[in-house]
T-cell receptor, first 109, second 114 residues
Framework: SQQGEEDPQALSIQEGENATMNCSYK?????LQWYRQNSGRGLVHLIL?????REKHSGRLRVTLDTSKKSSSLLITASRAADTASYFC?????????FGQGTRLTINP | DTAVSQTPKYLVTQMGNDKSIKCEQN?????MYWYKQDSKKFLKIMFS???????INETVPNRFSPKSPDKAHLNLHINSLELGDSAVYFC?????????????FGSGTRLTVV
């Protein structure tokens, strides 16, 4: 299965610190995407990184992709209370977008 | 103006009933999806439609029947509801079929079967 697995499953940090979440997958992919889900809400697309890219930035987000290790990381810098949410990586091969089980991130004030 | 809207937001119903969830997107996207999120937050694709045509049909019981009257709408009808159908159902859309597009999700329909 190409399903991503996030690590850690839960992460709790102080406001202002950086948060790093990792994702590993099993098969070759076309792209990898990260989504955020606030409690009781739908998923919000954060960033897409293609298999021929190694790093991408968007505001306070930095995503890396290592296709040789079949892994990706999402770094959120200078975290804020509003970043508290679940973060999912999703891999796309030929067609389907397949999600991992997410990392629950809690930012403590 | 909500991009992907689902109704209802909550649905509580008894086993054996039939229910429908409606989804509409105003983004002009060609492709729409239904995902199921279980109690452990695991998201699994159920169906995808591209311009009213069924593209992906995962191993979903045939009690679930999607219908796409036009490319802006994708409804989900569930017959003979079972306890195990309790979950949050998300509708999503993407610009086109194929790879390289991010998905826009609705806010979900929490279905509880009692």
């Amino acid at each position: 299965s190409q399903q991503g697995e996030e690590d850690p499953q839960a992460l709790s940090i102080q406001e202002g610190e950086n948060a790093t979440m990792n994702c590993s997958y099993k098969t070759s992919i076309n792209n990898l995407q990260w989504y955020r889900q606030n409690s009781g809400r739908g998923l919000v697309h954060l960033i897409l990184i293609r298999s021929n890219e190694r790093e991408k930035h968007s505001g306070r987000l930095r995503v890396t992709l290592d296709t040789s290790k079949k892994s990706s990381s999402l770094l959120i810098t200078a975290s804020r209370a509003a970043d508290t949410a679940s973060y999912f990586c999703a891999t796309q091969g030929a067609q389907k977008l397949v999600f991992g089980q997410g990392t629950r991130l809690t930012i403590n004030p | 103006d909500t991009a992907v809207s689902q109704t209802p937001k909550y649905l509580v119903t008894q086993m054996g009933n039939d229910k429908s969830i409606k989804c509409e997107q105003n983004l002009g996207h060609d492709t729409m999806y239904w995902y199921k999120q279980d109690s452990k937050k695991f998201l699994k694709i159920m169906f995808s439609y591209n311009n009213k045509e069924l593209i992906i049909n995962e191993t979903v019981p045939n009690r679930f029947s999607p219908k796409s009257p036009d490319k802006a709408h994708l409804n989900l009808h569930i017959n003979s509801l079972e306890l195990g159908d309790s979950a949050v159902y998300f509708c999503a859309s993407s610009q086109a079929l194929g790879v390289g597009y991010g998905y826009t999700f609705g806010s979900g329909t929490r279905l509880t079967v009692v």
